[in-house]
């Protein structure tokens, strides 16, 4: 398989996630919900999720050159700190509206959700 191929489902997600997101956006006016906080809480998850998925495909390349598994396993304690950091910098200093960040946080499962579902109607 492909670089190109190995990360076309995650191209996917972070597609789905953006769109849901966006779509999310459409409950401010009712006033459900704060934009920042969901702006916020979908670019944490997807952020999160991206240097996830390029540290780990990095890390498990069967091929990969010493170089590249080192980048991989740099990349992935890079993530840990960014989830740290930010968190300890959402809870102390931002404070978002939990409920907004909350829902743009689970836009990421339900990205997931949607896209093991479609991709499994399609491979049947």
């Known amino acids: 398989m492909s670089w190109e191929a190995q ?7 972070e597609l789905w996630h953006g769109l849901l997101v966006l779509a999310s956006m459409a409950l401010v006016p009712l ?13 944490f998850m997807g952020v999160n999720f991206l240097l996830l998925a390029v540290g780990v495909r990095w890390v498990i390349t069967p091929f990969a050159s010493k170089g590249r598994v ?12 960014f989830l740290l950091g930010a968190s300890w910098v959402l809870l102390t200093r931002i404070a978002p ?5 909350a829902l743009g946080v689970n836009c990421l499962i339900l990205a997931i959700l949607w896209d093991r579902l479609y991709d499994t109607k399609l491979s049947k």
């Open 7 to 13: 990360g076309l489902p995650v191209f996917r997600v």
């Open 31 to 43: 006033e459900w919900v704060e934009p920042g906080g969901l702006l916020l809480g979908g670019l």
């Open 70 to 81: 080192r980048a991989g396993v740099a990349l992935l304690i890079l993530k840990f700190c």
């Open 97 to 101: 509206d939990a409920v907004s960040f």
